[in-house]
């Protein structure tokens, strides 16, 4: 299980208040993909990180999550970028997965930067849509915002700006053979979706501040019953923007479940990104992600 120190550079200051630039180091774990449980606390770190120094971090998917995640059905890849060190780790960095409904917070990120006011959407028809959108995951509302930033050819010219070079933006809406809108058959990489995360999180050169704002604000207000994954193991009083996509790729045995967003309060300060495929049931996925998010909220902090 191999974990490789694969970069190190600056990153801009966070949102303005979150203090001084800090060093970047990408940390990348190669582990293979249980369904037992994972006793979070104490986790030991991976025995498969050997540090050079000891400034180098130590990964927080750890040897109990690696183990866990080797006999779980399926393919697991995670980001975790941790705002408050200026580390990132990846997981399975590299594999390409579906993006099911989190495809609409790169919907949204295209429809603000499209504003050259840098305000938001003056239109009170595109501000519904986007709350039913990203606090309902409304299909028919991300339908009609596709269609209104341009489609793929808009939203492709905003994530190679936003440095998401490993996303590929659907180009058919009604697909051959797929009964579900097919701007979920976007397809992305979890260091991707760190990059479109981090235009919300830190001072980003494409949305204004006012909104980054307004974009994580209904990512904070999702209906409870679409709050899971990543806020597993997260407590009260913890901010989490959040949005989750599930998505059924082959009838009801092959499962596209993802989980993304931004964690800060209780010491912590973190965007994340778990993309799942190949789960049985809709529900093995969740917990996948859960087990998974639990542990890293216990390794970072």
Known sequence: MPVLLIAVGL????????GPAKTESVVSSSTSDS?????????PPTKAFTKMNANEPTSPFTASLSEFVTGRTG?????VDDLAT?????????VVEDEASVVKVDVMATLLAEQSDGNVPANASQQQLLASMIEESDNGSTTELWDQ???PVAIASFNQRANMTSTTPSTCLACANFPWPGWGLTTTTASDQIALLRQFAVTSSLLTAIQQNYGLGLMEQVEPSEAWGISAGVPPGVTIAIKNGWLPLAGETNWQ??????IEGDGRDYIVSILTTGSPTEQYGIITIESMSEVLWSQLG
Do not use: Q
């Open 257 to 262: 479940v993802n989980s993304e967003g931004w």
């Open 149 to 151: 930033v341009g489609g």
């Open 11 to 18: 990153r801009a200051e966070n949102g303005g208040a979150k």
């Open 75 to 79: 393919t697991i890849t995670a980001a």
């Open 86 to 94: 200026g580390n990132i780790f990846l997981f399975h960095p590299g």
């Open 35 to 43: 369904t037992s449980a994972i006793d979070s606390t104490n986790v």
